[in-house]
């Protein structure tokens, strides 16, 4: 562990007490009232005002906001206005689904990715290096929402053969994890071509090379596992959009994950519910970021020592 | 003249010219949409839903009967606007929030980097999510929320940028002979990181149209039936399986402006580095 990992997760803490208190402040300032809103408008005057009073809304805003960490921490988010669930029993049936949906996508970007870039490292400027460049830019230009429909009007409408929408089987997860590998398929081929035609101008390569090591030897072990720590780091610092992605992939195909269940809430205005996928989406970007380094300092070795 | 221009063009990078083209077609298109749509892309008729394609109507037309070629073609406008205010507005801010921050140092600077590092840390749509839960959703407030969440590239960048440029000599040179911040920072400092910023910002125009046509496709952003490519395939996607055309020709469209916008910053990146 380096200065600068231990520095890192020394800040995690205290970047999630940032966040969560700028969404906390924000989500508090909204125009109209969570009790009245929990209470159902039939509700009278005093009904509204026990309620206001059982959420502690009477309460000053720090102390508030010190209830709302302490009740968080322990995994209680609060009650969604929308299903009357706790909000952290939503997120938890929901969570799984996102997950799986995340790293299959992740599983086929990287089948693809890496081959693919190696490939078209290995023969810079040939057919299938001209091919797969043309390739990636294309695939991060489709909007991922576009290519599910049409993903779905091949394989449901006309073939019949993929379920249209819905968590059913394993076979509605073909189209949503395809539909949501496109972009970090793009990027990782990218990356991995642009990282490989780095290392390979290297010294030590050359060396190899003279030493008569053959190409596939020369790629696989001496070029692929220094080329791959940008790759680490790319893939990490991508999540982010990723899980954009997902909103929308998981919206078009009705896949119930965390994104869905978002778009719900900010329909309904169900804020306990946008408060606590909003936490759940910035610490996995955190903590994901913080394991992509934490791999990198294991496999590179000018990480660790550096 | 002719024979150096075309030694001009035979130079750039073949990427550069096809994003040109693409999006020189985008803005004739936004100019002239009123010339080449052969119809009003608000009318309805609901004797003439789900046309094929055909001369009267080339891409075919709605559920509504509106014409799909004339509202793609007056989609131009909402995503060029798109792009233009979303890119200004965050250039702007993070530029010089990431520049004053590198130049006056201390406290201000660490304040700064770190509202940065907090908003890079929220995934983007989901910031914009929460904005658009707070504000209501609209096309100018789906705009604000994209440019916040694109401000930490442009301060990042600009920032790591103006603390290279102060260790150069002619930096060192002003400031001993009595230049003040915003002097250095104007003369000196902004004038040199324009280029890569520049480059930044056709890099970025891509995925703010991406962002803003995914926010409107999820009915957050412009109004129901506005011609905007996103808000057109959120209709359009309620008809898979009776008509494939609605949402076929706007996804189209988009894939191709992106498209276009990202062979440009890529063309544009090529041309610095040489």
Known sequence: MNARLINRVLMLPVVMVVVSFAVFVAVRHLPGDPARMLAGTAATQDTVDAVHHSLGLDRPALRQYGTFMRAALVGDLGISIESRQPVGQEIAHHFPYTLLLGLSAYALALCFGIPGGLAAAMFEDGIWDRIFMGMTIVLASVPNFWFALLLMELFSVRLGVLPLMGAHSWSSLLMPSLTLALMPMALIGRMTRASMLAVMSRDYIRTARAKGVGLMRLCLRHALPNALPPVVTVIGMNLGSVIGGAVVTETVFGWPGLGRLMIEAVRWRDYPVIEGVTLVAVLSVILVNLVADIIISRIDPKARHG | ?274
Not at chain 2, 68 to 80: D, M
Not at chain 2, 128 to 153: D, R
Request: aromatic share 8%.
């Open chain 2, 1 to 274: 003249m002719t024979g150096s221009f075309r030694t001009l063009i035979a130079r750039l990078p073949l990427s550069l010219l096809v994003g040109m083209v693409v999006i020189a077609f985008l803005v004739l298109g936004a100019l002239l949409a009123p010339l080449i749509s052969p119809a009003d892309p608000l009318a309805q008729d609901l004797y003439a839903t789900f046309q094929p394609m055909s001369s009267a109507h080339p891409f075919g037309t709605d559920a509504f009967g509106r014409d799909i070629f004339s509202r793609i073609v007056y989609g131009t406008r909402y995503s060029l606007a798109e792009v233009c205010i979303c890119i200004l507005v965050s250039c702007v801010m993070g530029t010089l929030a990431g520049m004053l921050a590198a130049l006056v140092g201390g406290y201000v600077e660490q304040a700064v980097m770190w509202a940065v590092d907090i908003i890079f840390a929220f995934p983007g749509i989901v910031l914009a999510l929460l904005i658009l839960s707070l504000l209501g959703p609209g096309f100018l407030n789906m705009l604000l929320a994209i440019s916040v969440f694109s401000i930490p590239v442009y301060a990042r960048l600009a920032h790591n940028l103006t603390h290279a440029l102060q260790r150069a000599e002619y930096v060192e040179a002003a400031r001993t002979l009595g230049a003040g911040t915003w002097r250095i920072l104007y003369v000196h400092v902004m004038r040199n990181a324009l280029g890569p910023i520049l480059v930044q910002s056709t890099l970025t125009a891509g995925s703010v149209i991406l962002a803003a046509s995914s926010l409107s496709f999820l009915g957050l952003g412009v109004a129901p039936a506005t011609p905007e490519w996103g808000a057109m395939m959120s209709d359009g996607r309620s008809y898979l399986g009776i008509d494939i055309l609605p949402s076929l020709f706007p996804g189209l469209t988009i894939t191709l402006a992106v498209l276009g916008f990202n062979l440009l910053g890529e063309g544009v990146r090529k041309v610095m580095d040489k």
